[in-house]
Protein backbone atom coordinates (compact mmCIF):
# COMPACT_ATOMS: atom_id res chain seq x y z
CA UNK A 1 0.00 0.00 0.00
CA UNK A 2 1.26 3.53 -0.98
CA UNK A 3 1.75 5.08 2.34
CA UNK A 4 3.71 8.24 3.88
CA UNK A 5 4.55 7.03 7.75
CA UNK A 6 5.11 9.28 10.57
CA UNK A 7 6.91 8.60 13.87
CA UNK A 8 5.69 9.62 16.49
CA UNK A 9 2.52 10.24 16.32
CA UNK A 10 2.01 12.07 19.62
CA UNK A 11 5.29 13.38 21.60
CA UNK A 12 4.93 15.46 24.64
CA UNK A 13 8.70 16.73 25.40
CA UNK A 14 10.01 19.70 27.05
CA UNK A 15 12.39 22.47 26.12
CA UNK A 16 15.37 22.20 24.72
CA UNK A 17 15.17 18.59 24.70
CA UNK A 18 16.28 17.63 20.86
CA UNK A 19 13.47 15.16 18.82
CA UNK A 20 13.66 13.60 15.74
CA UNK A 21 10.26 13.06 13.83
CA UNK A 22 11.05 10.49 11.24
CA UNK A 23 9.22 10.09 7.98
CA UNK A 24 9.16 7.47 5.52
CA UNK A 25 7.40 6.95 1.94
CA UNK A 26 7.38 4.04 -0.18
CA UNK A 27 6.08 5.67 -3.30
CA UNK A 28 9.85 6.21 -4.60
CA UNK A 29 8.86 10.26 -4.30
CA UNK A 30 11.63 12.62 -5.06
CA UNK A 31 9.63 15.17 -3.75
CA UNK A 32 9.06 15.35 -0.07
CA UNK A 33 8.05 18.21 2.19
CA UNK A 34 7.35 19.21 6.22
CA UNK A 35 4.35 21.35 6.93
CA UNK A 36 2.90 22.43 10.41
CA UNK A 37 -0.36 22.81 10.74
CA UNK A 38 -1.89 25.84 14.06
CA UNK A 39 -5.13 27.07 14.55
CA UNK A 40 -5.73 30.03 12.22
CA UNK A 41 -2.30 30.09 10.36
CA UNK A 42 -3.48 26.90 7.94
CA UNK A 43 -0.41 24.56 6.67
CA UNK A 44 2.86 26.17 6.48
CA UNK A 45 5.49 24.67 4.87
CA UNK A 46 9.21 24.33 6.63
CA UNK A 47 11.45 22.13 5.00
CA UNK A 48 11.15 20.76 1.34
CA UNK A 49 13.50 18.35 -0.59
CA UNK A 50 13.33 17.78 -4.13
CA UNK A 51 15.57 15.24 -4.31
CA UNK A 52 18.57 13.28 -1.86
CA UNK A 53 20.88 15.10 -0.48
CA UNK A 54 18.98 18.21 -1.74
CA UNK A 55 17.32 20.22 0.74
CA UNK A 56 15.47 24.50 0.45
CA UNK A 57 13.98 26.27 3.14
CA UNK A 58 10.25 26.59 3.28
CA UNK A 59 8.30 29.53 4.88
CA UNK A 60 9.11 29.26 8.57
CA UNK A 61 12.01 27.09 8.98
CA UNK A 62 13.83 29.00 11.75
CA UNK A 63 14.48 25.65 14.51
CA UNK A 64 14.15 23.31 12.34
CA UNK A 65 16.79 20.99 10.32
CA UNK A 66 16.17 18.26 8.06
CA UNK A 67 18.23 15.68 6.00
CA UNK A 68 17.50 13.87 2.95
CA UNK A 69 20.03 10.66 3.07
CA UNK A 70 18.22 8.38 1.14
CA UNK A 71 15.46 8.70 -1.30
CA UNK A 72 12.77 7.56 1.23
CA UNK A 73 13.49 9.24 4.33
CA UNK A 74 13.20 13.07 5.11
CA UNK A 75 13.15 13.34 8.97
CA UNK A 76 12.64 16.59 11.07
CA UNK A 77 14.98 17.48 13.80
CA UNK A 78 14.17 19.87 16.25
CA UNK A 79 17.52 20.86 18.23
CA UNK A 80 16.47 22.79 20.83
CA UNK A 81 12.65 22.37 21.00
CA UNK A 82 10.62 25.97 22.41
CA UNK A 83 6.56 26.03 23.59
CA UNK A 84 6.09 27.37 20.44
CA UNK A 85 6.98 24.57 18.09
CA UNK A 86 4.01 23.30 19.83
CA UNK A 87 1.83 22.15 16.58
CA UNK A 88 0.38 19.43 14.43
CA UNK A 89 3.25 18.11 11.91
CA UNK A 90 2.71 16.94 8.49
CA UNK A 91 5.14 15.11 5.92
CA UNK A 92 4.01 14.77 2.25
CA UNK A 93 5.66 13.58 -0.42
CA UNK A 94 5.18 13.75 -4.40
CA UNK A 95 6.30 12.75 -7.81
CA UNK A 96 8.00 15.98 -9.78
CA UNK A 97 7.91 16.11 -13.44
CA UNK A 98 9.61 18.71 -15.85
CA UNK A 99 6.89 21.00 -15.43
CA UNK A 100 7.96 21.58 -11.49
CA UNK A 101 5.42 20.67 -8.72
CA UNK A 102 2.62 19.54 -10.73
CA UNK A 103 1.87 15.71 -8.87
CA UNK A 104 -0.20 15.16 -6.12
CA UNK A 105 0.79 15.31 -2.46
CA UNK A 106 0.47 12.33 -0.64
CA UNK A 107 0.29 13.10 3.40
CA UNK A 108 1.59 11.10 6.15
CA UNK A 109 -1.14 10.45 9.40
CA UNK A 110 0.61 14.06 11.42
CA UNK A 111 2.84 14.17 14.24
CA UNK A 112 1.07 15.97 17.23
CA UNK A 113 4.24 17.59 19.04
CA UNK A 114 3.90 19.35 22.43
CA UNK A 115 6.64 21.67 24.16
CA UNK A 116 6.70 22.25 27.65
CA UNK B 1 4.89 31.97 -2.07
CA UNK B 2 1.68 31.77 -4.47
CA UNK B 3 -0.16 30.92 -1.38
CA UNK B 4 -4.38 30.49 -2.12
CA UNK B 5 -6.96 31.94 -0.22
CA UNK B 6 -10.49 30.17 0.72
CA UNK B 7 -13.89 31.41 1.00
CA UNK B 8 -15.81 31.16 3.12
CA UNK B 9 -13.77 29.98 6.00
CA UNK B 10 -16.57 28.27 7.56
CA UNK B 11 -19.24 26.52 5.83
CA UNK B 12 -22.77 24.82 7.37
CA UNK B 13 -25.19 23.46 5.14
CA UNK B 14 -28.04 20.90 5.40
CA UNK B 15 -27.66 17.07 4.41
CA UNK B 16 -28.30 17.03 0.22
CA UNK B 17 -27.72 20.88 -0.29
CA UNK B 18 -24.48 21.67 -1.99
CA UNK B 19 -21.33 23.50 -1.23
CA UNK B 20 -19.45 25.88 -2.81
CA UNK B 21 -16.29 27.38 -1.72
CA UNK B 22 -14.07 29.69 -3.42
CA UNK B 23 -9.93 29.82 -3.79
CA UNK B 24 -8.10 32.81 -5.06
CA UNK B 25 -4.33 32.89 -5.57
CA UNK B 26 -2.19 36.13 -6.37
CA UNK B 27 0.79 34.71 -9.15
CA UNK B 28 0.39 32.61 -11.83
CA UNK B 29 0.24 28.75 -11.65
CA UNK B 30 0.32 25.77 -13.88
CA UNK B 31 -2.31 23.84 -11.75
CA UNK B 32 -4.07 24.20 -8.86
CA UNK B 33 -5.23 21.23 -6.26
CA UNK B 34 -8.23 20.79 -4.04
CA UNK B 35 -7.66 18.67 -0.49
CA UNK B 36 -9.42 17.66 1.85
CA UNK B 37 -8.98 17.31 5.46
CA UNK B 38 -10.94 15.10 8.57
CA UNK B 39 -10.13 16.53 11.34
CA UNK B 40 -6.82 16.58 12.66
CA UNK B 41 -5.77 13.78 10.18
CA UNK B 42 -3.83 14.29 7.26
CA UNK B 43 -4.96 15.38 4.24
CA UNK B 44 -6.27 13.68 0.96
CA UNK B 45 -5.66 14.74 -2.20
CA UNK B 46 -9.17 15.28 -4.41
CA UNK B 47 -8.66 16.72 -7.71
CA UNK B 48 -6.12 18.46 -9.73
CA UNK B 49 -7.02 21.15 -12.61
CA UNK B 50 -3.74 22.24 -15.26
CA UNK B 51 -4.10 26.02 -15.84
CA UNK B 52 -5.49 25.63 -19.31
CA UNK B 53 -8.58 23.23 -18.43
CA UNK B 54 -11.77 25.42 -17.09
CA UNK B 55 -13.81 22.87 -15.43
CA UNK B 56 -13.30 19.46 -14.07
CA UNK B 57 -15.77 16.71 -12.36
CA UNK B 58 -14.63 13.68 -10.17
CA UNK B 59 -18.07 12.03 -9.02
CA UNK B 60 -19.62 14.30 -6.88
CA UNK B 61 -17.29 17.36 -6.79
CA UNK B 62 -17.16 19.95 -9.73
CA UNK B 63 -13.79 22.40 -9.73
CA UNK B 64 -13.78 25.48 -12.22
CA UNK B 65 -10.42 27.45 -12.49
CA UNK B 66 -10.63 31.14 -14.07
CA UNK B 67 -7.37 32.31 -14.27
CA UNK B 68 -7.95 35.82 -15.80
CA UNK B 69 -9.53 36.33 -11.80
CA UNK B 70 -6.87 34.11 -10.43
CA UNK B 71 -9.73 32.07 -9.01
CA UNK B 72 -11.03 28.43 -8.43
CA UNK B 73 -14.25 27.29 -6.83
CA UNK B 74 -14.97 23.81 -5.55
CA UNK B 75 -18.61 22.55 -5.86
CA UNK B 76 -19.66 19.43 -3.68
CA UNK B 77 -23.42 18.69 -4.89
CA UNK B 78 -25.80 16.40 -2.97
CA UNK B 79 -23.59 16.92 0.00
CA UNK B 80 -23.57 13.77 2.73
CA UNK B 81 -22.61 14.06 6.73
CA UNK B 82 -19.58 12.43 5.65
CA UNK B 83 -18.34 15.13 3.45
CA UNK B 84 -18.13 17.55 7.11
CA UNK B 85 -14.07 18.18 6.69
CA UNK B 86 -11.92 20.93 5.62
CA UNK B 87 -11.23 21.65 2.22
CA UNK B 88 -7.80 22.83 1.51
CA UNK B 89 -6.87 24.65 -2.51
CA UNK B 90 -3.17 24.58 -3.15
CA UNK B 91 -1.28 26.38 -5.88
CA UNK B 92 1.97 24.41 -8.01
CA UNK B 93 3.99 26.05 -10.47
CA UNK B 94 7.83 26.37 -10.27
CA UNK B 95 7.60 26.28 -6.84
CA UNK B 96 5.63 24.09 -3.99
CA UNK B 97 2.44 23.79 -3.15
CA UNK B 98 1.77 26.51 -1.17
CA UNK B 99 -1.88 25.80 1.19
CA UNK B 100 -4.13 28.12 1.86
CA UNK B 101 -6.27 28.29 5.61
CA UNK B 102 -8.73 26.46 4.24
CA UNK B 103 -12.68 26.24 4.69
CA UNK B 104 -14.35 24.41 7.33
CA UNK B 105 -17.37 22.48 5.77
CA UNK B 106 -20.43 21.11 8.38
CA UNK B 107 -22.94 18.98 6.92
CA UNK B 108 -25.74 18.54 9.47
CA UNK B 109 -27.99 15.28 8.72
Given amino acids: EAQVTQNPRYLITVTGK ?25 LRQIYYSMNVEVTDKGDVPEGYKVSRKEKRNFPLILES ?23 ELFFGEGSRLTVL | SQQGEEDPQALSIQEGENATMNCSYKTSINNLQ ?30 TLDTSKKSSSLLITASRAADT ?12 LVFGKGTRLSVIA
Fill in chain 1, 18 to 42: KLTVTCSQNMNHEYMSWYRQDPGLG
Fill in chain 1, 81 to 103: PSPNQTSLYFCASSATGQLGFTG
Fill in chain 2, 34 to 63: WYRQNSGRGLVHLILIRSNEREKHSGRLRV
Fill in chain 2, 85 to 96: ASYFCATGGNTP
